[in-house]
């Protein structure tokens, strides 16, 4: 036996033969009797977690392991330093990248599994699941850059120095862009609004948000149009969230003015009967009639109705204002114009100074 493994390490094409075949067997191992063992300690848990990390584990062992095999069976046949180092770095390389996809890969995994028990996990949620997955990305990414210059033997001064003059060139070149993504870090994190939700953005832009991204929210108007915000836009501006309340129910007021003389209980009523099975108005809150003021020209009243979800406001100011104009006019009740009474003092003498005598 002795003899048989010593003609084998004299022989370099044996030995490397020898070491291919050590590395599939250990590699067999791992897979064949690590790994199942890991899958049934990972089944006696309640969460499913475990069992998809493990399934990931299975070929980056494997390849691990013969990469391995293959760079040192290399090195025996090449006996040269330099190829030596090139060989094992080669093999160091590909090995990074394998357990830099597997990180990713769980990392996302968890990151997605911890943000469905915001309960439990404050600071991993839906609406911070992009944010998160971005910074982990960026650490693998900065890790696997280092090891492969480790691997590599390169000097890591001259490029950090390199980068800080090229980060500060990017920084004043791309500054609308860093803004943009600076202001999408503390919206995902303030979560003023999410996607699904009706916002109002100074006035100007109203509609759901469909997207919100690190540079730009996406909100679809009611004219079906999808409208880009620039995120530092928004982190500027007064956003007003309709949907943000404890329901998605929304109160709609439509003022209406009448003349003067009208019998005040009468326009109650006739105001009252016009919320009546208005379509997309709930029955609670119940709708209400009030009595504002007493106008320049008009007495002022306010039907308010409480509307299932914003996007049905306009709709149901199309539809009461209809109904409060017909039901008006049926029972009589005038809408006034706007009408002042201006009176000029001292015109009378100031027109009998200037008639001819």
Same mark, same amino acid.
């Given at each position: 036996?002795?003899?048989?493994?010593?003609?084998?390490?004299?022989?370099?094409?044996?030995?490397a033969? =020898?070491?291919?075949?050590?590395?599939?067997?250990?590699?067999?191992?791992l897979?064949?009797?690590?790994?199942?063992?890991l899958?049934?300690? @990972?089944?006696?848990?309640?969460?499913s977690l475990?069992?998809?990390?493990?399934?990931? !584990?299975?070929?980056?062992?494997?390849?691990?392991?013969?990469?391995?095999?293959?760079?040192?069976?290399?090195? /025996?046949?090449v006996?040269?330093?330099?190829?030596?180092? @090139?060989? +094992?770095?080669?093999?160091?390389?590909?090995?990074?990248?394998?357990?830099?996809?597997?990180?990713?890969?769980?990392?996302?995994l968890?990151?997605?599994?911890?943000?469905?028990q915001? $309960?439990?996990?404050?600071?991993?949620?839906?609406? #911070?699941?992009? &944010?998160?997955?971005?910074?982990?990305?960026?650490?693998?990414?900065?890790?696997?850059?280092?090891?492969? %210059?480790?691997?590599?033997?390169?000097? !890591?001064?001259?490029w950090?120095?390199?980068?800080?003059? %090229?980060?500060?060139?990017?920084?004043?070149?791309?500054?609308?862009? !860093?803004? *943009? =993504?600076?202001? /999408?870090?503390?919206?995902?994190?303030?979560?003023?609004?999410?996607?699904?939700d009706?916002?109002?953005?100074?006035?100007?832009?109203?509609?759901?948000?469909? $997207?919100?991204? +690190?540079?730009?929210?996406?909100i679809? #108007?009611?004219?079906?149009?999808e409208?880009?915000?620039?995120?530092?836009?928004? /982190?500027?501006?007064?956003?007003?969230?309709?949907s943000?309340?404890?329901? &998605?129910q929304?109160?709609?007021?439509?003022?209406?003015?009448?003349a003067?003389?009208?019998?005040?209980?009468?326009?109650?009523?006739?105001?009252?009967?016009?919320?009546e099975?208005?379509?997309?108005?709930?029955?609670?809150?119940?709708?209400?009639?009030?009595?504002?003021?007493?106008? $320049?020209?008009?007495?002022?009243?306010q039907?308010?109705?409480?509307?299932?979800?914003? %996007?049905?406001?306009?709709?149901?100011?199309?539809?009461? *204002?209809?109904?409060?104009?017909?039901?008006?006019?049926?029972?009589?009740?005038?809408?006034?114009?706007?009408?002042?009474?201006?009176?000029?003092s001292g015109?009378?003498?100031?027109?009998?100074?200037?008639s001819?005598?």
């Amino acid at each position: 036996m002795s003899a048989i493994l010593t003609t084998i390490l004299e022989n370099p094409w044996l030995r490397a033969a =020898f070491t291919v075949t050590v590395a599939l067997l250990a590699g067999t191992f791992l897979r064949l009797i690590l790994v199942p063992v890991l899958k049934r300690l @990972a089944g006696h848990t309640a969460s499913s977690l475990d069992d998809e990390i493990v399934a990931r !584990l299975n070929p980056g062992l494997f390849q691990t392991v013969f990469l391995l095999g293959v760079a040192l069976a290399v090195q /025996g046949l090449v006996g040269q330093p330099s190829l030596d180092r @090139a060989v +094992m770095s080669l093999a160091l390389t590909l090995i990074i990248f394998i357990w830099s996809r597997f990180f990713l890969e769980v990392g996302g995994l968890v990151t997605r599994h911890l943000s469905g028990q915001a $309960d439990r996990v404050t600071w991993i949620q839906a609406r #911070t699941l992009p &944010l998160v997955q971005f910074f982990y990305k960026v650490v693998v990414f900065g890790l696997t850059v280092y090891l492969l %210059m480790q691997t590599w033997s390169l000097d !890591l001064t001259t490029w950090l120095a390199s980068a800080g003059v %090229m980060g500060i060139a990017i920084g004043f070149a791309a500054k609308d862009t !860093l803004a *943009n =993504f600076i202001s /999408g870090i503390f919206i995902l994190a303030d979560a003023p609004y999410k996607v699904g939700d009706y916002i109002n953005i100074d006035g100007t832009t109203r509609g759901e948000v469909t $997207d919100i991204g +690190m540079r730009s929210t996406r909100i679809l #108007t009611r004219d079906n149009i999808e409208v880009t915000v620039p995120n530092a836009v928004i /982190g500027n501006a007064k956003i007003v969230n309709e949907s943000s309340g404890p329901t &998605l129910q929304m109160r709609v007021g439509v003022d209406v003015g009448v003349a003067y003389g009208s019998e005040v209980e009468q326009v109650r009523q006739v105001l009252a009967a016009c919320t009546e099975n208005l379509p997309h108005v709930v029955i609670f809150p119940e709708p209400t009639v009030r009595f504002l003021a007493l106008g $320049d020209s008009a007495l002022q009243f306010q039907v308010r109705v409480y509307v299932e979800q914003p %996007m049905f406001r306009g709709k149901v100011v199309d539809e009461l *204002n209809s109904r409060i104009y017909q039901a008006l006019n049926e029972a009589g009740i005038t809408i006034p114009f706007p009408q002042r009474d201006v009176h000029l003092s001292g015109w009378r003498a100031q027109a009998g100074s200037s008639s001819p005598e």
